[in-house]
C-alpha cells in the first residue's frame, strides 16, 4: 500500500492530538470540557455563560473539518462533540456537551442524520434529562439527495447543507428565541436545503494506512456520500461544467428550485479540490440558476464540510425566505466563519 | 443446575476478542468499505485496545461487572453504530447474572438468558430486524437456535455450536440483500453481492464465545 501523504503520529492518537492543537491554536474561541464525561472530545465556546440562551451543540465523526468544531464561538455553536474519524461520538460526551452549554433554558442538538450519531446522541439527551433535568432537542440534518429517495426523506443523511441549519439554529438561539423556536427554524432551514456531490479520490485513513475505497486514476464518482459512501455513477473524470450540470439536475429538480426563487448557495471542497476548481464550477452554477431564473442570495466558496484529503466537491442550495435570510446573515464569530 | 461455565471461561473469551480484533480489522474495514465508510474494523480494534489495558483490573468483578466495563469501554471509545451496539451487547449480557459472587460461573440456563438479553438490546438500540442487511441477520437466527437447542436438551456447548451455524448462514443471507437500514441504505442494490460488516463480525465473535467453551 502506498504511504500515506499525511502528517500524524501515532495513527490511533490523530484525532486527540488534533483537538488539542486546535484548543491551544484557537484559545481566544473554546476552551476543552475538562469533565470525566467529555473524555477529551468536547469543545466549548467561550462565550457559554455570558447570555442566558438555548444552547447549540453540534458533532459528529471527525475528519470533516472545519466541519464540526469550526463553527463553535459567538452566536453560532457552542459546543462540538467529536467522535473517532467518520465515526459518531458515544453518549457521555454528548451528555457533557449538554451539560455544559445548558443556562437553562434547553439545548438543541444538531449533527448529520447518520444511524450511529442518531443512536449515540439519542443516549446522551437521554442522559442529560435523567441526571441533570436538561430539555434536549435533536434536529438530524438530511440535505442530500443521493442518500435516499424523497419518499424516504427522513432516511437521507447530511452533508454540507449541516452548514446552512447549524448557521440558521445558531442564530436563532443567540437572538433569544426559545428550545421550540429555534428548533422550528433549524428544521425549516433543512427542509428547504438541498446538496448533491462527486469524489475523484478516496480520503485516506491513517489507522487503516490507507484509502476507504478504491478509485481508478482518472475515474469520479457521482453522488458519493461525505464519508465516500458510493453514489449514483462512476465514470471517466469530466469537465467542470458537464459535472456541474450532472448534480445540478437532481439537486434543482428535488425540491425542486424554481423560477423566482432566491437561493443561497454553498460550492464545498471536499478537502484536496482548490478553490479555483470551486470558482470555475461556481461559474456553471451561476449560469444554470440564471437560465432557471432563480436569483442568488449569497454564495459561500470553499472548505466548509470536507472529507480530509478526497478530491471533489458539493453543492448546496437552500431555498429562502425573509426568516431565512435574517439568520443566515445573523452576526456571528468562530474560527472558521465569521459573518459580520 | 450445575455450573456449566466458569468464571475462567468469560475472561477467556474477552482475552481472545482482543487479538481476533486485531487479526480481522482489516478483512471487517474492507467488509465496510465495499458498503459503507470503511472504518468498522478500525473502531472495534480501538474499543478492544481500551478494554485490553483495563481488563487486569476488570477481573476482579463478577462476570457480569467484568461485560459491564467491557461494555462501557467499548461504547465510549469505539462511537459510530458499532459503539451502541456492541457496548450494550456487553452491558446487557451479565445482566441476569448480576447478584453473583465474583468468582462464579453461570449454568446452561443462565447462558441462554444471558445471549437472549445481549441480543434482545441490539435489535432495540438499532431499531432493527433480520432481513434489513446487519448484525440482526447472524445474531437472530443464532439466538433462535441457541434456545431451540437448549430446550431440545443439547448440553451448552452444542447449543451454541448449532448458534454458531445458524450465524453463519444468517450472515451469508445478508450478501443478496438490499439494505434498509444504516450506511449501506444508500446503495439499495448496488450493496448486493457483499456481505454486511457487522453480520460477519459477529459471526466471529460467537464463534469465539463457542469455541472457548469446555467440551462437555
Redesign the interface.
Known sequence: MAKLKRLFNDP?DVVDEMIEGYAKAHKQYVHMDESEEA?GRVLVSNEVGKKDKVGIVVGG?TGHEPMFLGYVGKDFADAVVM??????????PCYAAARAVDTGKGVVYLYGN???DV??FD?GAEEAEDEDDIVVKSVTVKDDV???PKDRIE?R?GVAGDFIVFKAAGAAAAMGKDLDEVVRIAEKANSVTRSMGVAMSSST?P??GGT???MEDGDMEIGM?I????GVRRGKIDTADNVVDEIMDPILSDLPFEKGDEVYVLVNSLGATPLMDLHVCFRRVQQILDEKGITVYKTLVGPFATSMDMAGMSITLTKLDDELKEMLDYPCDTPYFTQV | MAEELSKAYFIQVIEDLIPWIEDRK?YF?DLD???????HG??L??GF?EVASHLDEWKADNVAGLYKNVGKAL???????????Y?SFFMKFGVPVKKKGPDEGVTGDEFVEMMDKAISIIQK??KSTTGEKTMNDTLMPALDALKAAHAAGDDIKTAMGKAVEAGKAGLESTRDMIAT???A???GE?AVGHLDPGAASTAEMLEIFYKDMPDA
Open positions: 490511533y473524555q465523526g467522535g473517532n474519524i467518520n465515526t459518531s461520538p458515544s453518549p457521555d447518520y444511524a450511529g443512536m449515540n443516549m443521493v442518500s435516499a432516511d443523511r485513513i489507522a487503516k476507504i475505497f478504491e456520500g464519508h465516500g459512501e458510493p | 482489516e474495514t468499505s465495499a458498503i459503507g465508510d470503511g472504518d478500525i473502531n480494534s480501538i485496545r461504547l465510549d471509545k469505539v462511537g459510530g453504530s458499532a459503539g451502541p451496539l457496548g438500540r438499532g437500514k444504516g450506511r441504505m444508500r446503495l448496488r
